[in-house]
């Protein structure tokens, strides 16, 4: 290490830094910068937590695969025959090289490059050529890793226990998302940007609204900010009373037709999310520019498409809203201390026709305006926490608080693995 990158990294004492952060404000410079708390992070943050990776139609048939990085730990998600969604370490059991190499593809089985070592798809080694006899394929199959499969949405779990209350919010969600009957969509565009700022800036940006009226023209034709917490000031009061009028008068109607719709947050828990069906402004239909459904042929069996957009908020990493035309569902991955991956899907019926049913730019006008606005408040941000002036800045208590609520969880999370 030269003395620049020193002066630059301090040596941080994690415990320290996690006992000493004060509630109600931004977390300490390190956090964001320093490359050892970016170690901790991938070590007790996303090795021991239920990460959301994907959907279940990103592999739509047996022998579809894709893969992803979690820091060091390359993965494999392959749909077996049964039409099982499995995960493996992505690492051949012979010497180690990895298995699949693109982000996405189809097998029979899945043969590894080296020497051809061959594992059926339920991660079984079935073929080893020029091995002794007597060798045992069956102590070499693919090594497995947690996944789980919530209505469509995929999560895995590096750790060996995996946290156990993931069942208690599959069970709130399980509901809420079936509607949406993500298995009869399909992936029609994903996109991926690469943040140069923290993965916690892109999360606490992710959980307020107080930045959406300056800098989000094209998302707030349809989002109300309302519904990330918003203000008891006098010009806004009334504003938020005639909001939570609609919500309560919406979700009963919404609940009559079949679909959850009330708020659930439990964003404490290990396993922590939030969820709310929430009215979209002037037509109600969906998050587009002209907030009209952006595709013809509405999702699962909905005829009608002013049904607003269900959200829901996981820690560590995910957000989505559902809405009748279209899924939009976020996925970010650290990839270091200073550069960030997020990716973005957008889902449509699977039967629906792109250029007739729909227009792949209306349909991603809104979140790729919104997701590169907030890419650069990201590092905006990660330039300041950078700066010998940065030091811890007070959350706002009426449009932050669900910021507080994530700091908290990774304050807390953090402390848990580190004890
Ligand atoms: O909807 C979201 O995911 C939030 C809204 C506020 C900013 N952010 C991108
Ligand atoms: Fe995979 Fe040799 S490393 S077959
Ligand atoms: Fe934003």
């Known amino acids: 290490m030269t003395s620049s990158t020193i002066a630059f990294h301090p040596a941080v004492n994690l415990r320290e830094l996690v006992a000493r ?33 994907g959907v279940s139609v990103d592999v739509p048939e047996p022998g579809d695969y894709m893969t992803v990085q979690l820091g060091q730990q390359p993965i494999l ?26 982000d996405k593809g189809t097998v029979g089985n899945l043969v590894c490059p080296y020497h051809q070592w061959t594992y059926d798809l339920s991660g079984k080694l079935i073929f ?8 045992d394929l ?21 750790a060996d226990e995996p946290p156990a209350d993931f069942d208690a919010m599959a069970e709130v969600m399980t509901p809420y998302i079936a509607p949406h009957q993500i298995d009869n969509t399909k992936v029609a565009v994903q996109v991926d940007i690469i943040e140069q700022g923290n993965w ?44 939570e009028e609609m919500v309560a008068d919406r979700h009963q109607h919404w609940e009559s037709c079949g679909l959850p719709s009330t708020e659930v947050e439990r964003l404490s828990d290990v396993s922590g999310f939030r969820t709310m069906r929430m009215p979209l402004d002037r037509s109600g239909e969906s998050q587009t520019l002209d907030t009209n459904a952006a595709c013809k042929k509405l999702l699962a069996d909905f005829k009608d498409a002013s ?12 957000w989505h809203h559902f809405m009748a035309d279209h899924i939009v569902t976020f996925s970010v991955i650290p990839l270091s201390a200073d550069t960030t991956l997020v990716r973005t899907k957008w889902l ?36 300041g926490a950078k700066s010998k002036a940065y030091q811890p800045g007070p959350y706002s208590p009426f449009t932050e608080t669900l910021v507080e ?9 953090l402390g848990a693995g580190l004890e």
């Open 21 to 53: 952060r004060v509630p109600g404000y931004s977390l300490e410079a390190p956090f964001y910068t320093s490359p050892a708390v970016f170690d901790a992070d991938m070590e007790h943050i996303f090795s021991k937590h239920w990460i959301y990776v």
């Open 77 to 102: 998600i392959v749909r077996d025959d049964d039409n099982e969604i499995r995960a493996f370490h992505n690492v051949c059991r012979h010497r180690g090289s990895r298995l699949c190499a693109e």
């Open 128 to 135: 080893a050529d020029h091995m002794q006899e007597g060798f």
């Open 138 to 158: 069956s102590h070499h199959s693919l090594k497995s890793v947690h996944l789980r499969n919530m209505a469509g949405l995929l999560f895995i779990c590096l």
């Open 200 to 243: 916690k800036l892109t999360l606490e940006n992710n959980r307020e609204c107080y930045h959406c009226t300056g800098n989000h023209p094209e998302l707030t034709v349809s989002l109300f900010a309302y519904s990330y917490g918003f203000a008891p000031k006098e010009e806004t009061a009334e504003g938020l009373r005639q909001y």
């Open 307 to 318: 049904i607003g957009g269900l959200s829901f908020w996981t820690q560590p990493n995910s």
């Open 348 to 383: 449509v019926h699977k039967d629906a026709v792109e250029g007739v049913d729909y227009d792949v730019k209306n349909l991603t006008a809104v979140w790729n305006a919104t997701n590169d606005q907030d890419r650069r408040l990201v590092e905006e941000s990660h330039h």
């Open 405 to 413: 609520k994530f700091s908290d969880w990774y304050i807390r999370r």
